[in-house]
């Protein structure tokens, strides 16, 4: 058997920047790049027995200004806010607040029941309750042996 050490650091600075990149991406960045350069805000989906919930972090909107729509099996949470532009005396030193508008989608599947999904917009965050269908519960049948 031979043994072969290769000394080319190019290699493997690639190698560890690859290996950096696709196993080991800081969750940090992965959130910055989807609130900032993609805005979407961030989501939780929890399943409890009879619903699933999902919040939707979108602090400074109004009620109004969502638009909740479900087209066969797409849920899609839309919002659009416009800055209003107001004429006064006061020199703004510095001003961050601002909001985007997005759009965010969700498949659906034959569990939930359509009909009776409800939201509410409390505190900045967009909760939406999607039920589960009552699902046929398989009996247990004894069978006589003859």
């Given at each position: 058997m031979t043994l072969v050490k290769v000394n080319?650091?190019?290699?493997?600075?690639?190698?560890?920047?690859?290996?950096?990149?696709?196993?080991?991406?800081?969750?940090?960045?992965?959130?910055?790049?989807?609130?900032?350069?993609?805005?979407?805000?961030?989501?939780?989906?929890?399943?409890?027995?009879?619903?699933?919930?999902?919040e939707l972090a979108a602090p400074g909107f109004d009620k109004a200004d969502f638009n909740v729509k479900l087209e066969d099996n797409l849920l899609t949470i839309s919002t659009e806010k416009k800055e209003e532009k107001t004429e006064n005396d006061a020199k703004h030193i510095r001003k961050e607040f601002s909001y985007k508008s997005f759009k965010r989608s969700f498949t659906i599947d034959e569990k939930i029941d359509a009909e009776k999904i409800n939201a509410k917009y409390e505190n900045g965050v967009l909760k939406l309750e999607l039920p589960k269908k009552e699902l046929a519960k398989p009996s247990a049948k004894e069978i006589n042996i003859l």
């Open positions: 080319n650091p190019v290699s493997r600075s690639f190698d560890g920047l690859m290996k950096d990149f696709f196993t080991e991406f800081p969750v940090a960045f992965g959130k910055t790049m989807r609130e900032d350069v993609l805005q979407f805000p961030p989501v939780n989906i929890v399943e409890q027995p009879n619903a699933y919930q999902l």
